[in-house]
């Protein structure tokens, strides 16, 4: 199939967006990582946030792609772990839609694999983001999945975090996978879900309640009725879903079980209602989770103020990146700064090994500090009473 110069012009925009956002939008702000993470985390939000507001223009305007959400929506602002079924490779981008109507993009974070964040422009923008980068090998991810969550527990900032607990994209070999898993450990074999894996997850929500960082579970079920782009190839190729469907169950931590055995059931019993939730989408017509087609909470914004936002962001975006490269092309000083911030993002790369392991390095050394100073204290307070 030959490649579609729709799905060209979608991917380099992406592409040029994250790559000179990062060198020249989030570039100046890095060195307040160093005097306040906290500060830098709360301004680095927002400017990533405009970012992710691009995808959702492009998808929604550009290609006239439909986004359809029922079930019980957002409490806006609210904090939350949002698991959701992972159909394709590009779940995670789609989602977006949602949350631009029922949430705040600033909020959400992914929990995602690590070596994603070696890509240039995408890579380093999550880095900054501050998203939960993963081994996929427990024993290595259970110590910094701590101190992330406990980062985010401490500066409070609210916090939306994105995990998909079956791991990886359904496909014919990984849904062998977990046939396999199931007739092992006597499970029902899925269709249209993997059967997922509850460590990660109730660790994540133990860490945050205990934290008092959270007050929801959403479980997002999403399907596409009419063509699934399975992987970034397909939109490469131009086949952008026609329509994408979220159907939204929201739970409140006080109706979540307490002990992580229990949790880890809960979590499976979800996706037992995933299982049966997507049988009746792709067999029914016309395709849908509820056949009114409408949620039950209204969105945070009216569709009005979406659109603004949409065609704002396509403006913005489409202005940066062709004045980044007027700058590129006429101004010396401006191509010095480009070449020393990537210079910074790769060699920071290979030392450090991401920025999001600097600033929670800065943050621990401040805490620690503010520590050792509320020590003293306390000592000559003792010594003048």
């Not at 570039?27 to 993470?37: A, F, I």
């Not at 059967?195 to 999403?222: E, Q």
């Not at 159907?247 to 996706?271: I, K, M, N, Q």
């Given at each position: 199939?030959?490649v579609s110069?729709?799905?060209?012009?979608?991917?380099?925009?992406?592409?040029?967006?994250?790559?000179?956002?990062?060198?020249?939008?989030l570039?100046?702000?890095?060195?307040?990582?160093?005097?306040?993470?906290?500060?830098?985390?709360?301004?680095?939000?927002?400017?990533?946030?405009?970012?992710?507001?691009?995808?959702?223009s492009?998808?929604?305007?550009?290609?006239?792609?439909?986004?359809?959400?029922?079930?019980?929506?957002?409490?806006?602002?609210?904090?939350s772990?949002?698991?959701m079924?992972?159909?394709?490779?590009?779940?995670?981008?789609?989602?977006w839609?949602?949350?631009?109507?029922?949430?705040?993009?600033r909020?959400?974070?992914?929990?995602?694999?690590?070596?994603?964040?070696?890509?240039?422009?995408?890579g380093?923008?999550?880095?900054?983001?501050c998203?939960?980068?993963?081994?996929?090998?427990?024993?290595?991810?259970k110590?910094?999945?701590?101190n992330?969550?406990?980062?985010f527990?401490?500066?409070?900032?609210?916090?939306?975090?994105?995990?998909?607990?079956?791991?990886?994209?359904?496909?014919?070999?990984t849904?062998?996978?977990?046939?396999?898993?199931?007739?092992?450990?006597?499970?029902?074999?899925f269709?249209?879900?993997?059967?997922p894996?509850?460590?990660?997850f109730?660790?994540?929500?133990?860490?945050?309640?205990?934290?008092?960082?959270?007050?929801?579970?959403?479980?997002?079920?999403?399907?596409?009725?009419?063509?699934?782009?399975?992987?970034?190839?397909?939109?490469?190729?131009?086949?952008?879903?026609?329509e994408?469907?979220?159907?939204?169950?929201?739970?409140?931590?006080?109706?979540?079980?307490?002990?992580?055995?229990?949790?880890?059931?809960?979590?499976?019993?979800?996706?037992?209602?995933?299982?049966?939730?997507?049988?009746?989408?792709?067999?029914?017509?016309?395709?849908?989770?509820?056949?009114?087609g409408?949620?039950?909470?209204?969105?945070?914004?009216?569709?009005?103020?979406?659109?603004?936002i949409?065609?704002?962001?396509?403006?913005?975006?489409?202005?940066?990146?062709?004045?980044?490269?007027?700058?590129?092309?006429?101004?010396?000083?401006?191509?010095?700064?480009?070449l020393?911030?990537?210079?910074?993002?790769m060699?920071?790369q290979?030392?450090?090994?991401?920025?999001?392991?600097?600033?929670?390095?800065?943050?621990?050394?401040?805490k620690?500090?503010?520590?050792?100073?509320?020590?003293?204290?306390?000592?000559?307070?003792?010594?003048?009473?």
């Amino acid at each position: 199939m030959a490649v579609s110069v729709r799905g060209l012009y979608f991917v380099v925009t992406l592409f040029l967006g994250s790559f000179f956002g990062s060198v020249f939008m989030l570039g100046p702000v890095l060195p307040l990582m160093l005097l306040s993470p906290a500060w830098y985390r709360w301004i680095t939000d927002r400017i990533v946030a405009t970012w992710l507001t691009l995808p959702v223009s492009l998808l929604e305007l550009v290609f006239g792609v439909k986004v359809v959400i029922t079930g019980d929506g957002f409490i806006p602002g609210e904090r939350s772990v949002i698991i959701m079924n992972h159909r394709t490779r590009l779940d995670w981008m789609f989602l977006w839609c949602c949350l631009l109507r029922y949430s705040y993009l600033r909020l959400e974070k992914i929990c995602l694999k690590a070596a994603l964040k070696a890509v240039p422009g995408f890579g380093w923008a999550m880095q900054v983001a501050c998203f939960i980068f993963i081994q996929r090998r427990w024993e290595d991810d259970k110590k910094h999945m701590e101190n992330m969550l406990d980062y985010f527990c401490d500066i409070r900032e609210p916090l939306q975090l994105l995990l998909f607990p079956e791991g990886t994209d359904l496909t014919e070999n990984t849904r062998a996978k977990s046939d396999a898993f199931a007739a092992k450990n006597s499970l029902p074999k899925f269709e249209y879900v993997l059967h997922p894996r509850t460590t990660g997850f109730t660790f994540i929500v133990d860490r945050l309640r205990k934290g008092d960082n959270l007050d929801a579970v959403h479980d997002i079920t999403v399907a596409y009725p009419k063509n699934i782009p399975q992987t970034e190839r397909h939109l490469i190729l131009g086949l952008f879903p026609r329509e994408i469907h979220f159907h939204v169950r929201r739970y409140p931590v006080a109706s979540l079980p307490t002990s992580s055995s229990d949790l880890e059931s809960w979590c499976r019993e979800r996706w037992a209602e995933k299982e049966v939730r997507l049988r009746e989408f792709y067999s029914g017509q016309p395709r849908g989770f509820d056949r009114d087609g409408v949620a039950r909470v209204p969105p945070c914004k009216t569709e009005l103020r979406v659109a603004l936002i949409k065609a704002a962001s396509l403006l913005y975006w489409s202005s940066f990146i062709a004045l980044c490269f007027t700058g590129l092309w006429l101004w010396a000083p401006f191509r010095l700064y480009f070449l020393v911030m990537v210079g910074v993002y790769m060699a920071q790369q290979k030392m450090i090994g991401g920025l999001e392991l600097l600033e929670l390095s800065c943050h621990q050394y401040w805490k620690s500090m503010a520590a050792n100073v509320g020590e003293k204290k306390k000592v000559l307070d003792g010594k003048m009473q």
